[in-house]
């Protein structure tokens, strides 16, 4: 279910979710040692090579009444739990949530909680929020995520945004993902200018269109974006298309046939890399 380095080892901890377990591999895929987590988690991540943090859906029972309802922790080497944080406050039979919730940049973990517009950064001392998302009164009303059900939030969606977790801090830049029962919005906003722009209009060829799927960065100004060799072969016909209807594009259209040729479902997901430059007027 999760992934992740461990910091000042060379060792990967492989989050079993189904068996609560997390599973220690080398760098070489050599099995070391498996641990026993105390819940049932989401997702996994380390402060250092003892503590961890732990995010999981809150409002499912975790089997300890007492932090029952709660999505963040932070455990011992022991797994032994240090502090917890974020009260789930929704009707026990409210299915929705936030998956990605947990991740890390660098020396970086940040955690966005389910339906709170946050992006904190979490460290050594504490929590601390370092984004908050305005949606300009299109969020969904406080008052109705604490009495929705599952059938209402569905119908809330065609009315509102919320935020799924989904961003990438880079050095001048913010993207993230907003979520409506559409479709998948992408924003970006510019710390320089304080200015927010809305990017799904922007598409101009094919492979750009993966763009919006990228959630993970790799330098300061780089997003990566893993896409199924399967789906861009179910597509194969539409980024054709575009080599047909712009054959100035002389570039693009040679790094499409590069990417097409020989391509089957079977093959390994393919990797988009997109940096982002800004040009001054």
Do not use: M
Not at 38 to 48: A, C, G, Q, S, V
Not at 179 to 206: A, C, D, G
Not at 228 to 236: C, G, M, N, T, V
């Amino acid at each position: 279910d999760d992934v992740t380095l461990i910091p000042e080892t060379n060792h990967i901890g492989v989050l079993d979710r189904g068996t609560k377990k997390i599973k220690i591999f080398d760098l070489k895929g050599k099995f070391i040692r498996s641990e026993d987590t105390p819940f049932y988690l989401n997702n996994i991540e380390y402060l250092n090579q003892h503590q961890k943090i732990g995010s999981l859906i809150g409002r499912y029972p975790n089997g300890t009444e007492k932090y029952s309802g709660y999505s963040l922790f932070t455990f011992d080497k022991n797994w032994e739990i240090i502090n917890y944080a974020f009260k789930d406050p929704f009707k026990p039979n409210f299915k929705f949530t936030s998956i990605n919730t947990l991740k890390k940049y660098n020396n970086h973990i940040f955690y966005t909680p389910p339906f709170e517009n946050l992006i904190c950064e979490i460290d050594q001392n504490g929590i601390n929020n370092i984004y908050k998302i305005n949606f300009l009164g299109k969020e969904i009303p406080k008052y109705k995520l604490l009495n929705t059900s599952d059938q209402e939030f569905s119908h809330l969606l065609t009315q509102y945004k919320y935020f799924d977790g989904i961003f990438c801090d880079l050095k001048n830049f913010l993207i993230l993902k907003t979520v409506n029962k559409q479709r998948e919005e992408t924003f970006f906003y510019n710390k320089k200018n304080q200015q927010t722009y809305f990017l799904n209009n922007l598409i101009t060829n094919p492979l750009e269109n993966y763009f919006h799927k990228a959630d993970l960065q790799i330098n300061d100004s780089t997003i990566i974006a893993p896409v199924s060799a399967s789906q861009i072969y179910r597509e194969k016909e539409w980024i054709l298309s575009f080599t047909v209807a712009k054959p100035g594009e002389t570039k693009i259209n040679q790094h499409i046939n590069e990417l097409l040729h020989n391509l089957t479902e079977n093959d390994n997901p393919i990797l988009f890399l997109y940096s982002i430059k800004s040009y001054e007027k």
